[in-house]
């Protein structure tokens, strides 16, 4: 007996519409491997009215009040506190993920990330007017961009799409947001929030694939385009953007390393980084799936690494003893196995390296050690519940290594010399150093990355002016 598929819609203008066309895709839950809804393959023609309509709500947005757009994101916060259990029923059903850890990691640091933009909305600061010519005074207004064009990934749907539209909306932009075609459906639940809040207009949805986020990239309307996700899109849609000068911001891959000197607490670091590389089935840019420690306590730490691992557990959304989910897709399944398939003869799998029963996309948590600076698992996003393990000489070999990637994202360091920790956090390139933890962030923090792990911030005041446009006004004195 075939269960019928709910269905999912775009939200434009104010209203949910299916695509211009009809065309849909189907939904799979990670964790089933069976298809639980359909939503909007949309085209050109959904594309131009979710940007007509953001155009058309931009002039009146934008003149609001700061304390007007302060008021709606705080009722948009409060908003997803009280329909949390909502929010978290839509987002397991996207992701897989342990419905507990959903609801302690990810609704309440989104709900603190939109205030802590309400905020910032009433802090458009500029530096004080003055006369630096004779007889005429300057100062700088700080405006909002105008339409912005935002695609967000599948590891996190609902984090990552709070960080897109909430500086966004704070500082007077309007927003057309494209989900993961693979994860729509808290997003879809989010418009229908955000919309009774805000003025039509403001905040659309369009639902899709990679041809049209392309469309959204491409168009003519929005001044800004924003995608959190792999290095290959973040090229394409930098290079789609120059072609018009739209700005753009990118949150990109990741391959963070995680080193571990000689006098760290070695049972302190396994938990830590057991933790912080396996939460969400490892797929997150900043994962700890990369660490280098030296040689004295290397074996000891292989040692106790792979014991951790085996001790962690991956299952249905609903099992309380369960840590991560499955992976999203079974294309992100075949990538990972790949990974280990197609591992040199001199690493060792200390644990995990397998799939774990045949039901939905879930994967052991896997340890492999024996490894070279070369080898492609070392260079390359496995983007999976995989932590590797090199041996390093001394500080500066760590400091080569680490920083021989393509990636600049996020990297920590284990020690108790504080000295050392402070060396490391200003030789190593990336947009994130953590001293004796990793993952943690904060809404009063900028993170982004270098390198090819893109440009721009989230979060913090520094996310928050990436969305603002700076512009010279001077006046005569005389007039």
Known sequence: MSTELRRLRNYIDGEFRDAADGRTTEVVNPA????????????????DAAMAAAAAAFPAWRDTTPAERQKALLKIADAFEERAEELIAAEVENTGKPIGLTRSEEIPPMVDQIRFFAGAARMLEG???????????????????????????????????????????????????????????????????IGSIVPKGVFNVVCGDRDTGRLMVEHETPAMASITGSVRAGMSVAESAAKDLKRVHLELGGKAPVVVFEDSDIPKAVEGISEAGYFNAGQDCTAATRVLVHES????????????????????PDDEDVFYGPLNNPNQLKQVSGFIERLPAHAKVEAGGHRVGDKGYFYAPTVVSGLKQDDEIIQQEVFGPVITVQSFRDEDQAVEWANGVEYALASSVWTKDHGRAMRMSKKLDFGCVWI?????????????????????KDLSGYGFDDYTRIKHVMTSLDA
Not at 38 to 46: F, W
Not at 436 to 456: Q, R
């Open 32 to 47: 089933t491997g069976e298809a639980y809804a359909t939503a909007p393959l949309s085209g050109q023609a959904d594309v």
């Open 127 to 193: 530096r004080g007017a003055g006369e630096y010519m004779e007889g005429l005074t300057s100062f700088v207004r700080r405006e909002p961009i105008g339409v912005c064009a935002q695609v967000a990934p599948w590891n996190y749907p609902m984090m990552m799409a709070v960080w897109k539209f909430a500086p966004a909306l704070a500082a007077g932009n309007t927003v057309v947001l494209k989900p993961s075609d693979t994860t729509p459906a808290s997003t879809a639940l989010m418009a229908d929030i």
């Open 297 to 316: 306590v290397h074996d000891e730490f292989v040692s106790a690494l792979a014991k951790a691992a085996s001790e962690i557990k991956t299952g249905q």
């Open 436 to 456: 004796n933890t990793h993952i943690p962030l904060v809404a009063e923090m900028p993170h982004g990355g270098f390198k090819k792990s893109g440009y721009g």
